[in-house]
């Protein structure tokens, strides 16, 4: 079976995701009845790249029962006319049609971007207030919250599209002035960096403590870059970082995006798709760091698809999860895998 030639991303922290490669390894699902929330994913038509309601459902259909997901910001179907600081409400449009079409049970009984979080640009300072009334509108009782990602290091092998982002903007004063439109509004944030800003992150949940934010993908361990082969080093400094933002009650973390290149694995590069055995081996030091410092009602599991996709399927990843949580208790499973996404997104019918 041919496997296809390898391609990166345009953010090349991920590589793109090639059925053919990934149908090389099937596995028999672990713990099939296990409800889900999977709290991550993007859907997306770029670059040659189709990831879409019919996509995701289809991941989803290879086995693991996943009641809703949570849509996150992707820039994808930007209004192209009106104002600039208004065209991301089309994406929150964009992701409610999704809502909808999966609202039929025509795409199975998953409820598809059941919430949604949108991008809204918080540099507008209290300029954001509106953009953020607009994206409510629009969600139709399904928009949650925002993510302005503030992905920055100084190595553009690390950065990647992220390059031209300012350095330091979780601690920029206009930013903050958007950001202190959330919390009125009931909104909350998703954080989008990488290891080194963990501390500029604590800062800002400390500065905010009602509002309600996600860490996204363990805090964006870096793997690639001058972080290259410095696992032993910089391991460490991510785990002490964890820690320390653990302690702000208002933060919680997504556990996965550790199948983006961004960690420094290649397992995109080998003749066959890793299996979920070796997945949990490679992940558990950064997923078990994260529950232990946070507890299992502060973690959630993530697919964070497509991106993910590039490193291994949907059955793969989630069986890797739960090999990881195999000794957590019974509630403790609940949380990681349903109770605390939907507590956060306010999904609650779902657990």
């Known amino acids: 079976m041919a496997t296809g030639s390898i391609g990166l991303s345009r953010s090349g922290m991920y590589a793109d995701p090639r059925p053919d490669w990934l ?25 040659e790249q189709r990831y879409l309601i019919e996509e995701i459902t289809g991941d989803i259909a290879s086995g693991h029962n996943i009641v809703a997901t949570v ?6 179907m930007y209004r192209a006319a009106g104002l600039e600081a208004f065209r991301p409400v089309g994406e929150v449009e964009f992701a409610n049609g999704a809502a909808a079409m999966s609202a039929s049970g025509n795409y199975g009984p998953a409820a598809i971007c059941a919430g949604i979080v949108g991008h809204v640009n918080l540099l507008l300072g209290e300029g954001a207030r509106a953009v953020l009334e607009a994206e409510i509108s629009a ?11 503030s992905a920055w290091d100084a190595d553009a092998n690390v950065a990647g599209m992220y390059a031209n982002r300012p350095k330091g ?14 919390a009125p509004l009931g909104l909350s944030f998703d954080a989008w960096l990488f290891h080194p800003q963990i501390g500029e992150f604590t800062d800002l949940a400390r500065a905010f403590p009602d509002t309600r934010i996600v860490l996204d993908h363990c805090g964006g361990p870096i793997g690639l870059g001058h972080y290259a082969g410095r696992r032993e080093e910089t391991f460490p400094v991510w785990k002490a970082s964890i820690r320390e933002t653990a302690k702000c009650p208002n933060v919680v973390v997504k556990l996965g995006g550790l199948a983006m290149c ?19 081996a490679a992940w558990r030091p950064y997923i078990e760091t994260c529950i232990e410092a946070f507890g299992p009602g502060r973690c959630m599991f993530e697919s964070n698809f497509p991106p993910d996709k590039g490193q291994c399927s949907y059955q793969v990843i989630f069986n890797a999860f739960k090999r990881i949580a195999a000794n957590c208790s019974e509630t403790e499973k609940t949380a990681l895998f349903s109770k605390t996404a939907a507590d956060f997104y306010r999904l609650e019918c779902f657990v």
């Open 23 to 47: 149908a090389l390894r099937r596995e028999e699902i672990i713990d099939p009845n296990r409800p889900i929330v999977d709290p991550h994913h993007h859907l997306w038509d770029r670059d």
């Open 71 to 76: 849509y996150v910001e992707a820039r994808s």
């Open 139 to 149: 969600g139709q009782g399904r928009f949650r919250g925002i993510r302005h990602s």
């Open 169 to 182: 903007l979780l601690l920029d004063s206009n930013f903050r002035k958007g950001f202190a439109c959330l």
């Open 262 to 280: 961004l960690l420094g694995y290649d397992f995109h590069q080998r003749p066959m798709p890793p299996s979920s055995e070796e997945l949990a």
